[in-house]
């Protein structure tokens, strides 16, 4: 009896023994799981260490991307402030996109150039002479006869139209008789807004007239660095020269720097039978002659009814109208 008890108690020692050294490799196991190189704790650590680094570096591509568009920004555009603020002399000639194609190439980019900037207004002119035919020249000028692509002039002189001494004002205009000569009422067909609305559009401009006038031609010019033209005028219009007070009726500039300028002569030899373009202002040579600049580079005088010059519209754009110029050199509203 007694032997039986002391087998019985044997293996329940054996059995204690395994079951305490499967419970050490267990644990083992479990701690090696937790704590090793591939461990739970080791891998959460690598998990979060990943977690943020990966935190960084999207952080990062986000910093580069704001820091790109801000330079982008800041190359690409001036400050949103008012465009007669911005605009200097130095930008006279750039392009702006302005949406009236004249050349109909259906690009708005390439037709309208800033012309000047009296501090309160800036002024666009057509970069080139306007055909004809162009769609918005449905208004323009009264009593206007066209000939071949771009020939516009008055055959007879027109009666006299009304021209507001705002509009004389707003572009420099101090000649104000429009009614007596034959050449003050053909200018007055130039200065009249209402024969060149089709070139207006009212969400940018206020006015437009058929061509720049002698005097901002000429402040145009000079604030270039040109030769400084000057004016006087007797009973029949402008002289023009280059001393104070002159009584010359044209001058060249054939031999200035700003001749190369397509600004204020967009070609240097005739096109399509059209020798120049018309100033908005009449000349002192006689009561039929108007101003106008020639492919050869004079400020000259052309008769009125005897000439092959065509008309490069000047609009004046809103007072309050901001815009950015842009890497290409194009200033956009």
């Not at 799981?33 to 952080?59: K, L, P, Y």
């Not at 002399?89 to 996109?97: F, I, K, L, S, W």
């Not at 202002?281 to 580079?297: D, E, I, Q």
């Amino acid at each position: 009896m007694r032997k039986n008890e002391s087998k019985e108690t044997g293996i329940t020692l054996i059995a204690l023994v395994v079951t305490i050294i499967v419970l050490i490799i267990l644990a083992g196991v479990s701690i090696a799981m937790v704590v090793g190189d591939n461990g739970i704790i080791t891998q959460a650590q690598r998990a979060e260490r990943e977690t943020a680094n990966a935190t960084v570096a999207s952080e990062e591509q986000m910093n580069a991307l704001v820091d790109e568009l801000n330079g982008y920004l800041a190359e690409d555009e001036e400050p949103s402030e008012g465009l007669a603020e911005t605009v200097t002399g130095n930008n006279y000639g750039d392009y702006v996109d302005y949406p009236i194609d004249l050349n109909g190439d259906g690009d708005t980019t390439n037709d309208w150039r800033i012309f000047y900037n009296d501090g309160e207004h800036v002024f666009i002119i057509a970069a080139d002479y306007v055909p004809n035919t162009s769609e918005y020249l449905d208004n323009a000028g009264t009593g206007m006869t066209t000939y071949n692509t771009y020939g516009l002039y008055w055959n007879p002189a027109p009666t006299a139209q009304t021209v507001n001494s705002s509009t004389l004002s707003l572009f420099r205009q101090s000649w104000t008789d429009y009614s007596t000569n034959e050449n003050g009422r053909c200018v007055s067909t130039l200065l009249n807004t209402n024969n060149w609305d089709g070139f207006v559009d009212s969400s940018y401009t206020d006015y437009a007239i058929g061509g720049p006038t002698l005097e901002m031609w000429i402040e145009s010019y000079r604030a270039k660095g040109y030769t400084q033209l000057y004016t006087s005028t007797n009973g029949r219009g402008y002289y023009v020269g280059n001393i104070e007070s002159p009584i010359t009726t044209y001058y060249s500039l054939s031999s200035d720097s700003g001749y190369n300028d397509t600004l204020y002569f967009p070609h240097q030899s005739a096109v399509s039978s059209c020798n120049g373009y018309w100033l908005a202002s009449p000349s002192a040579n006689s009561t039929g002659s108007l101003l106008y600049v020639s492919g050869s580079g004079r400020v000259s005088y052309s008769s009125y009814s005897g000439s092959i010059l065509g008309c490069r519209p000047l609009v004046c754009l809103n007072s309050n109208i901001t815009g950015v110029r842009g890497a290409d050199n194009i200033w956009r509203f």
